[in-house]
Each structure stands twice: as C-alpha cells, then as structure tokens.
Nanobody
Framework: QVQLVESGGGLVQTGGSLRLSCAASERTFSSYFMGWFRQAPGKEREFVAALRRSDNYEYYSDSVKGRFTISRDNAKNTVYLQMNSLKLEDTAAYYC??????????????????WGQGTQVTVSS
C-alpha cells in the first residue's frame, strides 16, 4: 500500500525553524527519489529538495540551499526536511513525494508518482 503522511507544519516567525516529517510505507520509501515540493497560494508548485536513495545524494532548489536539509531515517521509513532561517516567502503547503523509477529530472513534479496530503507552513514577521 502506498502511503505518504506529512507532519510538522505550523506557524513560525521569520528566522525560526521547523522540521517536517514524511512517514512512508516500506514500499514507497524504497523509491528512487524522495522529495519535497511546496505550493503557495496563487503560485505553481515548486521543487524544494530531494534525496536519491542509492547514495543519499541531496538536491536543493537555489531558494532553500544552505537553509534547508533533507534527510532520511531508514529504520522509521521517514524522510525529514529541516528548515532553518525561515523567511516569509517560505510560507506554503509542503508536500512529500516519491519517484519510484527516477526516470525524470528530480525537480519535475510529474516525475513523482505518489504524493502526500501536504502540511502547511506559515512564516510570520
């Protein structure tokens, strides 16, 4: 059974931190890429970060590089997104996604077959 469940969103002030979690079924957790995307109101969904299963290579968008860190806990089938130095523009719904085969570049949402329901992150001044 495919399952991705995000948690950890909330309200935080600028400069603060949050850690998002994505609990996956064992089958989904073995996907080629595990990624995070976000979508702000009125904007298109955008790539945030991803992790390649084979070697734990990390990918980041330029907007979050140096502030966000993606990681995984294999014992818990969970992927994390540690978000530090949060900015107002980080406000969005954050989605965890799994790309089973990894046939497409990691930044493209259409390459991910499975998605979670999303968790809201709101950064206030």
């Amino acid at each position: 059974q495919v399952q991705l469940v995000e948690s950890g969103g909330g309200l935080v002030q600028t400069g603060g931190s949050l850690r998002l979690s994505c609990a996956a079924s064992e089958r989904t957790f073995s996907s080629y890429f595990m990624g995070w995307f976000r979508q702000a109101p009125g904007k298109e969904r955008e790539f945030v970060a991803a992790l390649r299963r084979s070697d734990n290579y990390e990918y980041y968008s330029d907007s979050v590089k140096g502030r966000f860190t993606i990681s995984r806990d294999n014992a818990k089938n969970t992927v994390y997104l540690q978000m530090n130095s949060l900015k107002l523009e980080d406000t969005a719904a954050y989605y965890c996604a799994a790309a089973v085969t990894g046939h497409y570049p990691v930044i493209y949402g259409f390459g991910y077959e499975y998605w979670g329901q999303g968790t809201q992150v709101t950064v206030s001044s």
